[in-house]
């Protein structure tokens, strides 16, 4: 879950402006937290209540009610139009979305379940409460097995394998850098992020991975960083500058979450 933030906020100043190479400076003054942190910390606000998760139309109640108190606190932090008009007017009902908000807030599930089934059943249901589109609940349930599977001590190959029954990524980043664009759904960012993550040596590299090929640049990081941190590890200091980034209240969130779950 970490390494979803600090993705996002190493991706943040890249998002408008793609720098398709490994050679940048991680953290600079540029850098800030977007919804991908801010939804991300959501779904982990929601799984620190006392909501029964293994009854998964409440833990969607409790979800939507705490997608709103958290995303309304930021209303200028780059949400999608679509989502934005879902918050704010309180809306309670999926709008069959099959953009890549549903992989790049999904990292807490992963920590959270128990087994790769719960995994996947939550996963399921994080990103029905907004992305019911079969695209929207498969990016999410892709990330959050690779995470859950990076987390017991799965081999690369082994995450792969699992990766390939949803995504048949065919391609390296080397072959798509150059031509690679702008988009905001599943199909075309998921894919991306996991190669960046299965071509890194390292965390800090899985990150770099990520930038480079440019696009929707804080999401894709922050999807890299979700399975990456998992797998890898994160060091203090990185985790520590990142978070350095966040308010109090966020902080508040991500530190409960973090010893709850993550110890």
């Given at each position: 879950?970490?390494?979803?933030?600090?993705?996002?906020?190493?991706?943040?100043?890249?998002?408008?402006?793609?720098?398709?190479?490994?050679?940048?400076e991680i953290f600079n003054a540029d850098c800030f937290f977007t919804d991908d942190s801010v939804m991300t910390l959501a779904v982990a606000k929601a799984l620190l209540t006392d909501t029964d998760t293994s009854d998964l139309e409440a833990f969607k109640?409790?979800?939507?009610?705490v997608m709103h108190e958290v995303g309304m606190r930021y209303p200028g932090c780059g949400y999608g139009g679509r989502f934005y008009d879902w918050m704010m007017?309180?809306?309670?009902?999926?709008?069959?979305?099959y953009g890549n908000g549903s992989a790049m807030r999904?990292?807490?599930?992963?920590?959270?379940?128990?087994?790769?089934?719960?995994?996947?059943?939550?996963?399921?249901?994080?990103?029905?409460?907004t992305h019911n589109h079969p695209e929207g609940i498969k990016g999410a349930v892709a990330v959050a097995g690779a995470i859950?599977?990076?987390?017991?001590k799965h081999n690369m190959g082994e995450i792969r394998e699992y990766v390939n029954k949803f995504y048949d990524?065919?391609?390296?980043?080397?072959e798509i850098r150059e031509e690679y664009g702008f988009y905001e759904i599943c199909q075309k960012s998921v894919p991306e992020a996991l190669e960046a993550f299965f071509e890194s040596e390292n965390f800090e590299d899985a990150i770099r991975n990520?930038?480079?090929?440019g696009g929707d640049s804080d999401t894709i990081a922050a999807i890299t960083g979700s399975v990456a941190e998992a797998f890898y590890g994160i060091s203090?200091?990185?985790?520590?500058?990142?978070?350095?980034?966040?308010?109090?209240?966020?902080?508040?969130?991500?530190?409960s979450f973090s010893n709850k779950f993550m110890g």
């Amino acid at each position: 879950m970490i390494g979803a933030i600090i993705g996002d906020v190493v991706g943040s100043r890249f998002e408008f402006n793609n720098f398709k190479s490994k050679d940048f400076e991680i953290f600079n003054a540029d850098c800030f937290f977007t919804d991908d942190s801010v939804m991300t910390l959501a779904v982990a606000k929601a799984l620190l209540t006392d909501t029964d998760t293994s009854d998964l139309e409440a833990f969607k109640k409790e979800l939507i009610g705490v997608m709103h108190e958290v995303g309304m606190r930021y209303p200028g932090c780059g949400y999608g139009g679509r989502f934005y008009d879902w918050m704010m007017n309180n809306r309670t009902e999926p709008y069959n979305s099959y953009g890549n908000g549903s992989a790049m807030r999904v990292s807490p599930v992963a920590w959270y379940a128990n087994s790769l089934e719960e995994c996947e059943a939550l996963a399921k249901a994080s990103a029905e409460v907004t992305h019911n589109h079969p695209e929207g609940i498969k990016g999410a349930v892709a990330v959050a097995g690779a995470i859950y599977l990076a987390r017991t001590k799965h081999n690369m190959g082994e995450i792969r394998e699992y990766v390939n029954k949803f995504y048949d990524i065919n391609f390296t980043l080397d072959e798509i850098r150059e031509e690679y664009g702008f988009y905001e759904i599943c199909q075309k960012s998921v894919p991306e992020a996991l190669e960046a993550f299965f071509e890194s040596e390292n965390f800090e590299d899985a990150i770099r991975n990520a930038i480079s090929i440019g696009g929707d640049s804080d999401t894709i990081a922050a999807i890299t960083g979700s399975v990456a941190e998992a797998f890898y590890g994160i060091s203090e200091e990185m985790r520590k500058t990142a978070l350095s980034y966040l308010d109090n209240y966020l902080l508040n969130i991500a530190d409960s979450f973090s010893n709850k779950f993550m110890g």
